[in-house]
């Protein structure tokens, strides 16, 4: 017994679906759009993880024209098809599905594939021309039929399922001297070839499609004429073809319902496709019903009819009509059905068939449209069974086995077909990739390939060989959808004991300059010529205010004990303490005001972390070329001794420089390799200031926060890819933790220097200073990139993408990757000598409309904190303290106030700029309180901060258990 018999032992004997009124205009997609566009970009990206039921069908598919070749052989009649492409200039290259992938010889091949995949279901479709030669019964060719009976019992004898396409748009030639579709008798003629191949292939087929997408069938064949039969009559051609299709398909099923069904046990459908269609505003009646017409005319035009009520939906009906009238024609151009004919074709399928394909030009894929149609479905059609029959994305030619666009594309469009069934209760019963291999792609030739398999067509046997999509389909379909990987199940544990707390601003980013400007007229800073020069931010956006933390430090004491932090990390703004970056003049009243910070933060219990470079340099240091100048290297370590001095008893940890990457990079992009230069040799000047004259009497500590990705290689296969990801990581992080850490560059980034020409080396006695000049290792860190081999000669020889299904944030360049953290807290802790680790950045921007219930940073900061728990328990990584960036939402740099990364809402258009606790400051303060994570079963939990006035124990722990 096929497994099919069993599995489907309860459909036996089928009853056809009831009667269901008919569609309203519009229609249900309104529930459906209710139901989803208020969804936040977060809710619809969160990557669901779950599995199918046991015995979902996966597959894979095919069709005749497109993979079979042998187009005349052993007697097979040409179809429409071979018509077409046989004549020159239709088909890109003049190519055609003479030979294609030669399956026809190949049976043996294309089962190895199948096997190798271990998919339990092979959608494949029938050459009506091969078994009848010109379409009708009397030209019965034994040899066709006995290729498909080899085929067949190939997929049985290895447990694959066939799932049958009857008619897969390869009329044959012969039938359409009648005019084919357009011809009532085909539906006859249509009926004697379905009746043969229930009889001869019945016994061991169970799934059977009568027509794929008769949409298209009947729209670019007879209406645009893009498709053979090319007939170009788009005002009625198409309603006559569909109507005589829609008959055709209602009688084959009635044949089988009739002769075959009680003995053969199977299941008859029809495979439509469908875009899903969306309103602008669903707000906006006019868009609304526009948007639902648009399915109502791709996918009611079929399904209405079958599932509903055995006729048009009225959207349609209406449509057509009232135009009609308009044209002054007697009849609608919509023919209409007799009540005769409305029974007989209602409920003529057993389940319900979708495909939705990518088209080649549309990479910008949206997958949650996926979703959307089959909660559509569900609710136009009673609830059936849905099979998604194929679903699939075109890669061009020069992709040949590394297709990491397929890749993304499974990984999303899968997930939002599981979520339409794990979240929403959509009956999806069975998921067809398309395609099998690369084959001929109809109007694209062989210019595109959708398969999972590559096909050499130059080669004339045809190779097939597997493309990391088939791997990656693989493992899919065993895992039976997404289990949560054990590297994204959450860890409960706790910190060590003292662990710091903290979270984090940058100077120019929240005070203010105003108030200071005491020596020189503005711009006193490079941030603030920038800001007031640059267009890229807008004029109202600069740094002039910011947050005005410069006045509100009681503001933001408050907000820190809210968050119950035992540390605060802020940045020294250089020009505010020495006007012209040097020593020449001291600012009192700028020194003043750290004091007044440090002062009041000390008297909360909460801990100065201080940054002495935060980017914002005296603009008169610029003036004589900034860090290009080697003598800035004197004018920091004078300005670190002066803060050191006067702050040192009061503030025990210290940070020099914050980023130098990007500092050298971003800044300086003509020459980054003399910045970073002058960047390690100042840094290690100002420590070797602390270590000299302060340390024995201040007993404080002193590193650099170096800021660096997590790169992994985009084909973790490839070895080219493995090396790219190295060097990204190398170069990021290594650039300034080699010297610093290890002593000198590493030989990977005097390579990259070398090869520059812009040679920055350090002398031996050089390399003996910068050694060792670090307490800890002060670290940032925010995402994880895909990297891959690039010969581009300015930068490290790699470019990077993200993978799709990552969890986007407000910040292009920042995508969720949590795992990732975990990955380079290892690396520092194995590369650079396991020193103690203090996380100095890590946090989420959004750029939506102001919304204080900021869930994805919730789930940033859980799932990122908890890898960091990870590296510590599981790992021994030696963790010390985590910062989160940042406060508050601040001036985030070149992207102005639009990016927010805050855990308070600062209300810009309020003049006295309150900062309001978004719902991550609890979440973030329970974490802090608990120094970790709870398990759920120790909910309720008395180290649990609520937010006042919402006391619902739990929640917040419980949203992403
Ligand atoms: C024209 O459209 C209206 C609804 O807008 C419908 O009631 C009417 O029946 C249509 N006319 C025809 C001839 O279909
Ligand atoms: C470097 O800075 C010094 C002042 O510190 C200045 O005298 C000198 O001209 C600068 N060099 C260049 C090349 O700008
Ligand atoms: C921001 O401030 C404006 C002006 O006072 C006020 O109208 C608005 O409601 C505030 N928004 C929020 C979210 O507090």
Known sequence: VPPVMQMYGNKIGITRLPSLPPSEVPSKSKVVWEKFSPQTKFERQLYHYGTFPEGFHWGVSSSAYQVEGGWNADGKGPSVWDTFTQKPGNIPNNDNGDVACDSYNKIDEDLH??????????????????????????????????YYNRLIDGLIANNITPMVTLYHWDLPQALQHINGWDNPEMINIFNEYCDFCYATFGDRVKFWITFNEPQTIAWSGYGLGQIPPNVKQPGDAPYRVAHNLLKAHAQVYHTYDEKYRASQGGLVSISLNAEWAEPLDINVPREMVAADRALQFQLGWFAHPIFKNGDYPDAMKWQVGNKSELQGLPNSRLPSFTDEDKAFIQGTADVLYGSENTAVNEQKAVAWGLRRLLNWLK???????????????????AVTVDDTDRIFFLKTYVDEALKAHNLDGVRVKGYIA??????????????????????????????????????????????????????????????PEGFIWSTATAAYQVQSILTNTLYFDSPAYIWDKFAHTALKISQDENGDIACDSYNKITEDINSLKTLRVNHYRFSISWPRIMPDGTTRKINEAGLNYYHRLVDALLAANIKPQVTLYHWDLPQALQDVGGWENDTIVERFRDYSDVVFNSLGDKVKFWITINEPYNVAMIGHGTAPYIVAHNLIKAHAEAWHVYNDKYRAKHGGIVGITINSDWAEPRNPYKQEDVDAAVRVVQFQIGWFAHPVFNGDYSDLMKNIIRERSLAAEFTPAEVARIKGTHDYFGFNHYTTVLAYNMDYKNLEGAGTVADRTWLDSGSFWLKVTPVGFRNILNFIKEEYGDPPIYITENGVSERESMNLNDVHRIHYYDNYINQALKAYLLDGVDMRGYAAWSLMDNLEWTMGYDERFGLFYVNRSDPSLPRIPKKSVWHYATIINCNGFISPGEIPHECQIHEPGIDIPGTYLLIYM
Request: charged share 25%; hydrophobic share 30%; aromatic share 14%.
């Open 434 to 495: 398309s395609s099998l291999m690369d084959s001929f792609e109809w109007l694209k030739g062989y210019t595109v390939g959708y398969g999972l398999h590559y096909v050499n067509f130059k080669h004339s046997s045809r190779p097939r060989t597997p493309k990391r999509s088939a791997h990656l389909y693989f493992d899919i379909m065993r895992n039976n959808g997404f289990p949560l990987p054990t590297e994204e199940e959450m860890l409960y544990g706790h910190f």
């Open 379 to 397: 609710e136009e059609y009673g609830d059936p069974e849905i099979y998604i029959t194929e679903n699939g994305v075109a890669t061009g030619t």
């Open 113 to 146: 594939m199948l096997r190798a995949l271990k998919v339990k279901t092979y959608r494949l479709s029938l050459s009506w021309s091969r078994i009848f030669p010109n379409g009708y019964k009397s030209s019965h060719n034994q040899k066709g039929v006995d």
